[in-house]
C-alpha cells in the first residue's frame, strides 16, 4: 500500500464512532421503528428516514455484523482512504441507496442496516488501490462484479442469513452502493490526477527533496 497522502486523517477514529453509534442503536428498539427506511412513512413527509435507515438495524446480531465490516474496511483502507473520502462515501451511499430502492422496489415496505454503505466503501476503496496494486486490485474487483451479478440472479438465496438476522438480505441496496463507490473512486482518481497536474504545471513539488522550493 502507499504512503499515506499529506494533510490526510485515518478514517479509523471515525469508523469506530460510527459504529458506536449503530450499536447504540440496536440497544434502543424504538430507534429502528422512528429512523428505518419504511416507504409509507417517506411519502408522507418523514425524510429523514431516506438517510437514517441505513445506520439501524434489524437487531444485535446484524448490527455486529455491520460493524465487524466496517472496522475492518476501515482498519485495511487507513493508509489509501482519507477522512473525508471515508466520510463522502458513507454520506452520499445512503442517499443514492434509498433512492435506487424508491424506484427499483417499489413494493418495498421498510428496509435496515448498513451493508450497502459497506458495499460503496469497499468498491471505493479497491478503486483507489488500483494505482499502486493494480493486479490485486483487479482481482478483487473481479470477484466483487461476479458476486454483484450472480446477487441478481435467480440462484441467489436471499433468506440465508435469516436466522442470525431475521430477516432477508437487499440484494439492490449493495447493487446501489457498489456503484456509488464505483462512481466516487473514479471520481476521486480524476480528482488526485488533475491536483498533481496542476502542482507539476507550478513547479511545485510534494517529494521529501531537501532543496528549498524557488
Given at each position: 500500500m502507499p504512503n499515506k497522502p499529506r494533510e490526510t486523517s485515518s478514517p479509523v477514529p471515525g469508523a469506530?464512532?460510527?459504529?458506536?453509534?449503530?450499536?447504540?442503536?440496536?440497544?434502543?428498539?424504538?430507534?429502528?421503528?422512528?429512523l428505518r427506511y419504511q416507504r409509507?412513512?417517506?411519502?408522507n413527509g418523514q425524510l429523514w428516514r431516506v438517510f437514517s435507515g441505513h445506520f439501524v438495524h434489524l437487531n444485535l446480531v446484524h448490527a455486529l455484523l455491520n460493524s465487524a465490516g466496517t472496522l475492518m474496511l476501515a482498519v485495511f483502507l487507513a493508509r489509501d482512504i482519507s477522512a473525508r473520502d471515508w466520510w463522502m462515501v458513507t454520506l452520499t451511499a445512503p442517499l443514492v441507496i434509498s433512492l435506487g430502492l424508491w424506484f427499483r422496489q417499489p413494493e418495498l415496505v421498510a428496509y435496515v442496516g448498513f451493508s450497502g454503505v459497506l458495499h460503496g466503501l469497499l468498491y471505493f476503496?479497491?478503486?483507489?488501490?488500483?494505482?499502486?496494486?493494480?493486479a490485486w486490485a483487479g482481482t478483487i474487483l473481479l470477484l466483487l462484479v461476479s458476486r454483484q451479478v450472480w446477487e441478481q440472479t435467480s440462484a441467489y438465496n436471499p433468506?440465508?442469513?435469516r436466522t442470525l438476522i431475521h430477516g432477508r438480505v437487499m440484494p439492490d441496496?449493495?447493487?446501489f452502493g457498489a456503484l456509488t463507490g464505483l462512481?466516487?473512486?473514479?471520481?476521486?482518481?480524476?480528482?488526485?490526477?488533475?491536483s498533481l497536474g496542476k502542482e507539476s504545471a507550478s513547479g511545485y513539488s510534494s517529494g521529501t527533496d531537501s532543496r528549498p522550493d524557488a
Open positions: 469506530v464512532a460510527l459504529v458506536l453509534l449503530m450499536l447504540a442503536f440496536a440497544f434502543l428498539p424504538e430507534a429502528e421503528a422512528l409509507e412513512d417517506i411519502a476503496g479497491v478503486l483507489r488501490l488500483m494505482l499502486v496494486a493494480p433468506d440465508y442469513l441496496a449493495h447493487l462512481v466516487l473512486g473514479a471520481w476521486s482518481l480524476w480528482r488526485d490526477r488533475a
